[in-house]
T-cell receptor, first 111, second 115 residues
Framework: AQSVTQPDIHITVSEGASLELRCNYS??????LFWYVQSPGQGLQLLLK??????LVQGIKGFEAEFKRSQSSFNLRKPSVHWSDAAEYFC?????????FGKGTRLHILP | EAQVTQNPRYLITVTGKKLTVTCSQN?????MSWYRQDPGLGLRQIYY???????DKGDVPEGYKVSRKEKRNFPLILESPSPNQTSLYFC??????????????FGQGTRLTVV
């Protein structure tokens, strides 16, 4: 069974607009959750992670994510996107000594 | 500088010709892994290693081999490459045995084309 679902393959937003990327997970216990970003031609970089405690976590580059156990979600948000945020974003869950990645959401920024 | 280094970055080869993609990390990490990235499929784990001489299959291990003779190196071996192994490959390392709660550091990727 798939552990991580990112329902949006592509998202387009205007520069300066707010952003929310969706992520849903399926895992019995409290999961370890991550968001990674992949810029064109680059490897993946960790944006933020959630293990326990405060359900709103802050990451690098002005991103934040909120863990909602009742919805099995870990959505990524940014109040105002910049052109440099155009990239592919991966949600991931730690499970069974592995990190399982979602299929990714490609973010496009309109000038 | 802390990093994961993969070589080569780009490789075009022919079906059946054995190849090795090297991966080296300078952070003294125990855990290393290989992923392949394909459009619409995200990253899928091929093999992983929890420490020297300890390797295990990931989700898509068929057609690949790995070895972990030293802590810093984790080469990916394709004994007889086939066109369906054309993909973008990433090596990653993590600093702790309990990989589920630590950050993974990724190499820059190796784009492999098998013709």
């Amino acid at each position: 069974a798939q552990s991580v679902t990112q329902p949006d393959i592509h998202i387009t937003v205007s520069e300066g607009a707010s952003l929310e990327l969706r992520c849903n997970y399926s895992y019995g216990a409290t999961p370890y959750l991550f968001w990674y970003v992949q810029s064109p031609g680059q490897g993946l970089q960790l944006l933020l992670k959630y293990f326990s405690g405060d359900t709103l976590v802050q990451g690098i580059k002005g991103f934040e994510a909120e863990f909602k156990r009742s919805q099995s979600s870990f959505n990524l948000r940014k109040p105002s996107v910049h052109w440099s945020d155009a990239a592919e974003y991966f949600c991931a869950v730690g499970r069974d000594d592995k990190i399982i990645f979602g299929k990714g959401t490609r973010l496009h920024i309109l000038p | 500088e802390a990093q994961v280094t993969q070589n080569p970055r780009y490789l075009i080869t022919v079906t059946g010709k054995k190849l090795t993609v090297t991966c080296s990390q300078n952070m003294n990490h125990e855990y290393m892994s290989w992923y392949r990235q394909d459009p619409g499929l995200g990253l899928r784990q091929i093999y992983y290693s929890m420490n020297v001489e300890v390797t295990d299959k990931g989700d898509v291990p068929e057609g690949y081999k790995v070895s972990r003779k030293e802590k810093r190196n984790f080469p990916l071996i394709l004994e007889s490459p086939s066109p369906n192994q054309t993909s973008l490959y990433f090596c990653a390392s993590s600093p702790q045995f309990d990989v589920m709660n630590t950050e993974a550091f990724f190499g820059q990727g190796t784009r492999l084309t098998v013709v």
